[in-house]
């Protein structure tokens, strides 16, 4: 049974650059590696090159056995955080999202800066000429007059430890996922599951009564509840817009059937919506009047006893330049928090940027400045980065998030949490959290520009110009950080998890990590932001400083004081 294995993984070495040349003995070693590589024989000669490579050995039964504790080291580092699991069935997905749920996280004691490995800046220059050359790696941090919502800013103090709750236990996305080979029946569960709750919700807000068959002849008035979609899969259009339910899918009339109660709306695939209209010749309903708000639930917050406001700094990565590996960006961010001092810090992927030239080509030298020619595994460079946060941040509460661009993770969405790392606090991607009786939904993807560039207006002979709210404000009136279906080719949405990508209720505070559109909106009454990127390509990018007080506790809004949009420049 074992001739097969041994076959391949003397044939995988022997492609190897190197072109190793396995003895019987060695071969024989292999093969208790493959259970540490899931039985992937080319996969094992990879880790082989990259092992010898950065050891300077050469082949033989004891670096082969000392190859597997390697690798059985690492298997163990990623291991992910056992904890308990909610059986996630329609009868009970609505009190998942209970504050019954939420489970206050210990974080332990604050982990004090390593003064002895602590990176020095130069304080920075009030020239605002001083700009970063990201060809010297040196980063020049001019102050810069800030972007002020409210000028009364109330007084600020800095805390240690704060409470962090976690409205769906996270440790339900450390499970088996199916992209990509997913069951057609699960799947098409999945989307009715959603279609059946969310027309179950926009019934009772609007009093529509129960949903009819909208996909057959019937002259007098009917109410049509669904997903938006595209009837021949191609962009959404006035005329490939449809409505798709459980009983079957029929396009919508074009904008020149709606009548004057319909106002100017923007519809993209994915959208639930409840609709009245008629259905004379079988073939296309033609909708009067159309509702595409499907939220449900707002924060239900108390007034705590915070007297100041509460300072949360958040910011996306890439944390370096497009032309190296040094993370100066990330250095000059951990040299503004310096002067910053904030209560929180969220931090979002890419940490270990995908789309990077150098770890497309997998040239990880000299990294962090390195002089050496050692490589660095993907693994290395974000354990290393990890380092300089927790070491070098003088901040007691850093959220760190995922991306699905970070090349050393999971590349799916929903997107479960990194292994545990210190003091730092690890959560999914996306999350809703509450922070110190403020509730926040985070996530980084790129939804902002896949909405703005999948949906289409109606009604209307001009397009909206502020797609950006547009966009913020589908999101809450969707309850979801991804409602978009069938998502775009670079969003890995894993159909069998969609319910993850849901809001549990509409949070005080949206923040969305994109490249797309940098900006701090109030839509709905929440607080919108998109902090930008910390670098974008060679130059310096942005980062967000909120300045959050507590209203009264009717209000549907946090006090939000002050929005600054800084820059590392």
């Known amino acids: 049974a074992t001739l097969p294995y041994m076959e391949a993984i003397k044939e995988a070495f022997l492609n190897l650059p190197s072109k190793v040349k396995l003895t019987k003995s060695e071969v024989e070693t292999c093969l208790d590696l493959m259970p540490l590589v899931e039985f992937d024989a080319e996969s094992l000669s990879y880790k082989w090159e990259a092992y010898s490579t950065n050891h300077n050995c050469s082949i033989s039964v004891e670096n082969i056995n000392a190859l597997k504790t390697f690798l059985e080291a690492e298997k163990s580092k990623s291991k992910k955080r056992q904890s308990k699991t909610i059986d996630l069935n329609k009868s009970n997905i609505n009190s998942m999202f209970n504050s019954s749920y939420f489970s206050n996280i210990p974080l332990g004691n604050a982990v004090e800066p390593d003064t002895n490995d602590q990176v020095y800046f130069d304080e920075p220059s009030d020239d605002s000429s001083e700009a970063m050359d990201i060809e ?6 001019p102050e810069e007059k800030p972007q002020i919502l409210n000028e009364d800013l109330p007084s600020i103090t800095y805390t240690g430890r704060l409470g962090i709750q976690i409205a769906v236990d996270e440790s339900s996305l450390n499970g088996d996922y199916m992209y990509l080979h997913e069951d057609i029946s699960k799947k098409n569960d999945a989307i009715e599951d959603r279609i059946e709750r969310y027309s179950s919700i926009i019934r009772e807000k609007y009093e529509l009564g129960e949903s009819q068959q909208f996909n057959v002849y019937n002259q007098d008035k009917i109410t049509g509840i669904g997903m938006i979609t595209s009837i021949d899969g191609t962009r959404l259009t006035s005329s490939s817009a449809a409505l798709q339910s459980t009983s079957g899918t029929i396009p ?14 923007t519809l993209f695939p994915g959208q639930m919506v409840g609709t009245t209209g008629y259905n004379l010749d079988k073939k296309r309903y033609t909708i009067d009047c159309i509702h595409t ?3 449900y639930k707002v924060f239900e917050r108390s007034l705590g006893s915070r007297d100041s406001a509460l300072k949360v700094v958040t910011t996306a990565g890439p ?27 969220v931090m979002m992927g890419p940490f270990v940027d995908s789309s990077h030239f150098l770890i497309e080509t997998c040239n990880t030298k000299n990294c962090f400045g390195a002089t050496d020619e050692r490589m660095l595994s993907y693994d ?7 380092n300089k946060i927790e070491r070098n941040l003088h901040c007691q509460n850093i959220i760190i998030q995922p991306s699905i661009n970070d090349v050393h993770h999971d590349f799916i969405f929903p997107q479960p949490q990194f292994s545990d790392f210190g003091s730092l606090r690890m959560i999914p991607n996306p999350c809703t959290l509450v922070i110190d009786g403020i509730s926040f939904g985070i996530s980084c993807s790129n939804i902002i520009r896949d909405l703005a560039h999948n949906s289409a207006e109606f009604n209307t002979q001009e397009r909206d110009g502020d797609q950006i709210s547009t966009a913020f404000r589908h999101l809450i009136e969707q309850n979801s950080y991804y409602p978009l279906y069938p998502s775009s080719p670079d969003t890995p949405l894993d159909s069998e998890h ?4 849901e809001l549990p209720y509409t949070p005080d505070v949206l923040i969305i990590g994109s490249s797309f559109g940098r900006s701090n909106k109030d839509v709905n009454n929440v607080l919108c932001v998109n902090p930008g990127t910390l670098v974008v390509g060679k130059k310096p990018g942005n980062f967000s400083v909120l300045h959050i007080s507590e209203s009264k506790p009717s209000d549907k809004i946090v006090n939000v004081t002050k929005v600054v949009s800084s820059s590392i420049q």
């Open 136 to 141: 010297q790696n040196e980063f020049e941090i």
């Open 293 to 295: 708000d499907a939220s």
């Open 498 to 501: 969609i319910r993850y990508t």
């Open 319 to 345: 944390y370096t330049s497009s032309t190296d590996l040094n993370y100066r960006g990330l250095d000059a961010f951990i040299s503004k928090m310096r002067s910053e001092r904030p209560d929180v810090i």
């Open 380 to 386: 290395e460079i974000f354990i290393e980065i990890l």
């Open 252 to 265: 919508i009339q074009s904008h020149i059937g709606f009548v004057s109660s319909v106002n100017r709306v």
